[in-house]
């Protein structure tokens, strides 16, 4: 793990670290999901151009950190050995209710992701379950200081067009259940009405299908942007 972490760190400051067109760089480890070999490589952008633009610059910041042809090859066969062919793709967009980090966290961060499936009714209102999840998010999730950052993001391209995951980044494994005991601490705080509360989850769940799954990773600190 030590000598795969150099050299992925060795790329993150010579290339990533250096692409003006990454705004964001996260790696995170398998911690409970059902594959132990899986790592993310999430990266994010400001525009859908600027993915292509990432790559051209790439290529040019590679080519610059190891001029001599041999020794970059030598490198990315070295680097490459710690991973499969196996690999897809995935791209999302950022939705604006997120706990964006102060700063980079310099420890490593537990990321619990919540992958949902939307639901589309016909008598939505437009913008309508934007606007339920931002109350949501201003009545809860902003106020729960277990919570360190929330990242929510919809289909963009890939699989399924339902997709939207919810990651929610706390210090500790045994936080996510801290984490969730004070969102319902909060819920009841704000909705203390229990038929206003059943209401607005009612209004809101309508949204999902009702069907989500549970990964838990961890995340690699000196490879985030």
Do not use: C
């Not at 993001?153 to 494994?173: I, K, N, Y």
């Not at 909060?186 to 549970?214: C, M, S, V």
């Amino acid at each position: 793990m030590d000598e795969w972490k150099a050299i992925e760190k060795e790329y993150f400051d010579r290339v990533t670290a250096k692409n003006e067109f990454i705004v964001s760089a996260l790696a995170l480890l398998h911690f409970y999901t059902a594959d132990n070999s899986e790592i993310k490589i999430v990266t994010g952008y400001k525009s859908w151009d600027d993915i292509e633009k990432s790559g051209t610059r790439g290529n040019e910041l590679e080519k610059a950190a190891w001029p001599d042809k041999d020794q970059r090859t030598a490198y990315f066969k070295k680097r490459n050995a710690y991973y499969t062919d196996v690999h897809s793709d995935e791209i999302y967009n950022t939705k604006p209710y997120a706990k964006l980090f102060s700063e980079t966290p310099a420890k490593p961060q537990v990321y619990y992701v919540r992958q949902s499936h939307r639901a589309f009714p016909d008598d939505a209102g437009e913008g309508e379950m934007d606007a339920l999840m931002q109350e949501y998010f201003n009545a809860v999730i902003s106020k729960n200081n277990h919570i360190l950052g929330y990242f929510p993001v919809v289909h963009g391209w890939g699989s399924d067009g339902r997709d939207m995951l919810e990651a929610f980044v706390v210090g500790t494994l045994a936080e996510v259940e801290t984490a969730f005991d004070e969102n319902e601490v909060l819920i009841k705080a704000n909705w203390p009405d229990e038929t206003i509360r059943k209401e607005f989850f009612t209004r809101r769940n309508r949204f999902f299908t009702g069907w989500h799954g549970d990964f838990i990773y961890q995340s690699v600190p000196e490879l985030s942007k």
